[in-house]
């Protein structure tokens, strides 16, 4: 059975809001004694992840 994998395009500023939040989650567990790894996990997928330059084309939401 093939895994499902998911692709969102995040622009720096998207990207950095992301790891931020992340962080301040894992933050939160490890004050509540929590595990993290799942956080752990995503938060390096999120930072590591390869750039790629890609043509963005704007759509009028109205147009559809």
Known sequence: MKEERNYVVLDDAEQGV??????EKRNELIRDGKDTEIVDEALLKVAQAPKKKVKVIERDDEAR
Do not use: A, F, P
């Not at 992301?18 to 962080?23: A, E, G, Q």
């Open 18 to 23: 992301i790891i931020n939040c992340m962080v």
